[in-house]
């Protein structure tokens, strides 16, 4: 029963937007009847996925609890929620592979190397994936990247955590 519906559909030209797929992400694309996107005709708008960090630094004490800033939206806002994939990672400067910090999908969540059992995510409001780290450590200071991952589409905004503390200097 499905595959003579598929069949129909393909010979037919049935599809969003005149294109043969639907992914929910034509950017801003303008199609006509045909689908040849000369610019005549129907206006297919897709969905724009959007990142929000502290565009400041974010400052903290050696073993204390930091919270880094993130957040995503879409554009237009969507009526149904969708299942995404958060993926945090602390930009290494001496290297070309990040270190993964923590991944998230629906409520699940694990987390890596050093950061295991002292990473979250904060889910406190809706599209809030803000990564909480405990028991700071000085290693911890630099650069993270939130990755906020749709499907085949993904965005990403970065946040610097930087550490204040004491210096004591002991005279022997």
């Known amino acids: 029963m499905l595959i003579p519906l598929v069949v129909m559909l393909l010979q037919t030209g049935s ?12 950017y801003d694309r303008v199609m006509n009847d045909k689908g040849d996107g000369n610019g005549e005709g129907k206006r297919c708008v897709g969905v724009l996925l959007m990142v929000e960090t502290s565009q400041d630094a974010v400052f903290s004490l050696r073993g204390a609890n930091v919270t880094l800033p993130c957040r995503y939206y879409y554009l237009p806002k969507l009526d149904a929620p969708r299942m995404i994939r958060i993926k945090w990672s602390k930009l290494k400067e001496d290297s070309t592979r990040d270190a993964d910090v923590l991944v998230s999908s629906g409520l699940k969540h694990r987390s890596f190397g050093d950061f295991r059992g002292r990473t979250r995510l904060q889910r406190s409001a809706p599209h809030e994936v803000s990564l909480v780290i405990g028991d700071l450590r000085l290693r911890d200071a630099g650069k993270y990247r939130c990755e906020v991952i749709d499907g085949l589409e993904d965005e990403s905004g970065t946040v610097d955590l930087e550490l204040q503390g004491e210096c004591y200097i002991t005279h022997l």
């Open 15 to 26: 599809s969003y937007c005149g294109l043969p797929f639907y992914n929910g992400f034509y």
